[in-house]
């Protein structure tokens, strides 16, 4: 579980899991054999995510996550 | 990490540019009522003040987008009787918990007992399946097509790893059978949509075709920055000036026109169309929701526990159907704000952030000081 890692449940920033919104995830490591790749938020904040729909990943893409899985590739809306 | 061309999608004189162009687009005397299909662009609209950037004859009105305001009572009903008669870890995300139920709402059943627990992804549901082997994990599933790949994938690791303890009651909705019920609707006159850009990650833009060919309206795919927003609006006012009618992308440097079709196949293989769903204030609609499919049947929670398939009626008071088909305003209804408020919402609109009460109580007070003068 991961409880606080995205602390957006509330009326003022939004939720990212509830609502329609996908964030902006870095690749820092892959799990080629389980499809998971360790991500990182802006903040800093890490999670597991499904990368099996965007494949190929490389550690330093950028990926759009929503509920834990990524379902777009987004390297052209951020830099490193 | 820096977010290099995202200060740019919020730069304000680009946008204050953009609403120049906007306002030397529209005809005089027309009055134009543009749809926001997502909720997720309700509160972007309300975060940044994008109706104050617009002229007085540019409405934007709330389309049905938000997962949690479309679930009806007796789904939650189901979920909590689910949560509570049987000897399980009952799973959803954050929002869902605080949707009212015909008497209280899964955080009230928490308290009352049941486990029932938030978690951020199904993925998370299923890890604590894993990590709980003798007991039975349900995954609560809402969403539109953007989080239905997550709880196909998730379906598709269960049944892989072999975890036999974990399970879906699945309420997984579709996009284009509300919007098609709402064109159909008499009381209500659109000039354009600003199509979900999360959603079409997923389905692409071909799914919205029938807006322009059947109903003859604008469609253009948008992100969620201020500039993308109002960058659609232009794009919108342009085709409506031209006297054209298409599905455009905004949105391009992240949505595919095709969408994304290993999500698609994974979805296709996991689930399948319900014969019809009830959604909240827009009542039954054919084949707009999402079961498993016959070979997942093992995973659903419905058939492994049964639900009691509970219906009932929206509270009286409660108006969130005519604000989910945008007919009225969220601070026209006849609650808003006294009986309603995020803290005890009676409505689902009131609930989620992305709703569009829960968006203008919080940030909407200006927008209607500037109307009501």
Redesign the interface.
């Known amino acids: 579980m991961s409880e606080g890692l995205f602390p957006s449940c509330d009326h003022t920033r939004g939720c990212i899991t509830c609502g329609d919104e996908a964030i902006r995830m870095r690749v820092v490591r892959i799990d080629a054999d389980r499809e998971l790749a360790l991500c990182s938020e802006e903040s800093g904040e890490r999670a597991s995510v499904e990368i099996a729909l965007v494949q190929p990943v490389a550690a330093g893409d950028v990926l759009l996550v929503h509920a834990g899985t990524a379902i777009a590739h987004a390297d052209g809306e951020v830099a490193a | ?6 200060d740019e999608f919020r730069d304000a004189e680009l946008g204050r540019a953009l609403a120049g162009k906007i306002l030397g687009a529209v005809e005089p005397g027309r009055h134009y009522k543009v749809m926001e299909v ?3 662009h309700t ?1 972007s609209i309300y ?1 940044y003040g994008i109706d104050d950037l617009l002229p007085e004859n540019v409405e934007l009105v709330h389309g049905p ?4 305001c479309v679930i009806p009572m007796g789904r939650v009903d189901d979920g909590i009787a689910l949560a509570t008669e049987n000897d399980i870890i009952f799973t959803c ?4 918990m605080r949707v009212p139920g015909s008497e209280k709402t899964l955080t009230e059943a928490k308290a009352d007992g049941a486990d029932i ?8 549901a299923l ?2 399946a894993k990590q709980q082997p003798d007991r039975e994990v349900v995954f609560f599933a ?3 097509e ?2 239905a ?3 196909a ?2 379906l598709r ?1 269960a049944r892989a790893e072999g975890v036999t303890n974990f399970s879906c009651m699945c309420n997984h909705v579709t996009i284009v059978p509300p919007l098609r019920a709402l064109l159909d609707s008499p009381d209500l006159r659109l000039d354009g949509f600003i199509g ?1 850009g ?2 079409s ?2 389905v692409g833009c071909r799914p919205f075709e029938f807006i322009p060919e059947d109903y003859g309206k604008p469609v253009v795919v948008a992100g ?1 920055e201020p500039l993308d927003i109002l960058h659609a609006i232009r794009m919108i006012l342009a085709q409506l000036s031209d006297g054209r009618c298409e599905v455009e992308n905004q949105y391009s ?4 026109y095709e969408g ?1 079709p ?2 698609l196949k ?1 979805m296709s293989e996991v689930f399948e169309l319900r014969p019809h769903f009830e959604w909240r204030g827009l009542g039954f609609i054919s084949q707009s929701a999402l079961k498993l499919s016959d070979a997942y049947a093992e995973l659903d929670a419905e058939q492994r526990f049964g639900v009691p398939g509970v219906r009932v009626a929206d509270p009286k008071a409660c108006q969130c159907g005519e604000v989910l088909k945008g007919v009225i305003k969220p601070y026209e209804c006849k609650v808003f704000g006294t009986a309603c408020t ?1 803290e005890h919402a009676i409505g689902t609109c009131m609930v ?3 709703g569009a009460c ?1 968006a203008y ?2 940030y909407g007070r200006f927008a209607r000081e500037k109307e009501l003068v």
């Open positions: 990490m820096t977010m290099r061309y995202m997502c909720g997720g509160h975060k987008g938000c997962p949690v995300f954050g929002d869902m627990r938030m978690v951020y992804s199904p993925l998370d890890r604590l809402i969403g539109f953007t989080t790949p997550s709880t994938l998730t690791r979900p999360h959603v990650t997923v969620f440097r992240v949505v595919p994304n290993a999500a994974v995020p989620s952030p992305e829960a109580y919080n």
